[in-house]
Structures are given as C-alpha cells and as structure tokens.
C-alpha cells in the first residue's frame, strides 16, 4: 500500500511553533526528516497517510518524495487545520488527497497503505485502540506504522492520563498498544530527535532539551485480519 500516512491528525494536532534559541538549524535537519522517510520506506509511487498533517510541513515533503506516481493521504480533524493544510498544498501537488478524520476513524482505504507517519499526534488519539485497528487495515501486510512523540518531561507524571495531559507519552505504554492491536515492532529508539529549547534570556533557568522517541512497528505481512 503505497501511501505513506501523511501525518494523520486525529485530535490530530500539529506540532506547536517552537520559539528556538538555535535559529540557524532548519526543522528538516532538527525533525530528522530524511531518516524519517528511510524509516517509513519511502520511494517514488509509494502510496502513504500523514496523520495529524496540520499545516503540512511532512505531507509536503511526502509528496515530492512519492512523486506524481504516487499518493499521500494528509488526515486531520481540526477544521481550522484543514483549511491551513489546504493553503498549504495548494493546486501544485494533485498527488495529495486531505481527508478529514474522527476522533476514532482516519477514513483510509482498506489495505492500500505503505505507510503511515504520526508525528507528535498520537497522544491526542482519545480512542487510541479504534485508531490503531483502522490504521493496521489501511496498511498493506507488510506496510510501516511510524511514531514520533514527545518524552514525558516531568518524573511525577507516570500515569497516561497526566503525560496526555502534558501533551506527551511514555514509549512503553505506545509499545503495548501497538501489540494489543495486532503490529510487530521493529524499532524503538528512545532518544530519536532532540528538539531546539524554548528561548530563554534567563540562562539559570533553561529547561533541558526535549526529546522525542521513535517506534517503528508493521502489519504482520502473513496478517489478513
């Protein structure tokens, strides 16, 4: 299934803008947008799903990198993020299909996909297992399901509910759901991308770096549901 999910925003959120005290690295280079695609096996005619597109900083990149050929499926449920993300893909980049997902539905064709990435979006997922069983229907046996989430930063926040809350998750409750839900999991990278601080004048205080992880898990390809 040749469409890697174009960042699917269920209570798909984008990314908040980051005020950043490190101007000069550019987010391609910061998000590790070129191991993302390798992760997610890109090529030309690869058909994928962003889930949680937002304004489409990765659907964007997704459809040069699946060319004219291929299809990217940009997947969100906030109205306001529809409208930007379709701003932003304008009438140059026909490979690009917006489809407006529910909070436990992205609206995916069946065993298509190649691919789906979901970048700091699947915290949000209120019904998490709904989603995940209509993501690994999506997939073509085979196709990879990549995750990239913020690291919970404070040490009292163990519960799920409070690192939600926060707008992160722990990796280890995201593994257990990719396997009740039916995926292999194929690589886990607990210190994947280090994010630019928020800027600071007061040096005494400056937060350390946050840090995301990174899940990389598949439809089992003898999986036919």
Not at 157 to 169: G, L, P, V, Y
Request: net charge negative; glycine share 8%.
């Amino acid at each position: 299934m040749r469409i890697v999910l174009a960042c699917l925003s269920i209570l798909l959120v984008s990314p908040p803008a980051v005020a950043q005290d490190r101007p000069s690295v550019p987010r391609d280079q910061w998000s590790r947008v070129d191991d993302l695609f390798r992760e997610l096996g890109v090529t030309a005619g690869s058909h994928v799903a962003d889930v949680g597109a937002g304004q489409g900083f990765f659907t964007t990149r997704l459809a040069t990198a699946v060319g004219p050929q291929g299809r990217v499926y940009a997947v969100d449920v906030n109205p306001v993020s529809l409208r930007e993300l379709k701003n932003a893909i304008g009438d140059e980049r026909p490979n690009v299909e917006i489809v407006r997902g529910d909070e436990d539905d992205p609206h995916l064709p069946a065993d298509s996909l190649d691919a789906v990435l979901v970048v700091n979006a699947y915290h949000e997922f209120a019904e998490y297992r709904a989603m995940l069983a209509h993501l690994r229907a999506a997939l073509r046996p085979g196709g990879r399901l990549v995750l990239v989430e913020p690291i919970p930063s404070r040490a009292e926040d163990t519960t799920r509910e409070a690192q939600t809350r926060r707008h992160a998750i722990a990796i280890e409750f995201v593994e257990q759901d990719l396997r009740e839900a039916g995926f292999e999991i194929t690589k886990k990278d607990g210190g994947f991308i280090t994010r630019p601080r928020p800027h600071t004048d007061d040096t005494t205080k400056r937060a350390p770096e946050p840090t995301d992880w990174l899940l990389v898990a598949v439809r089992p390809p003898g999986d036919g549901r």
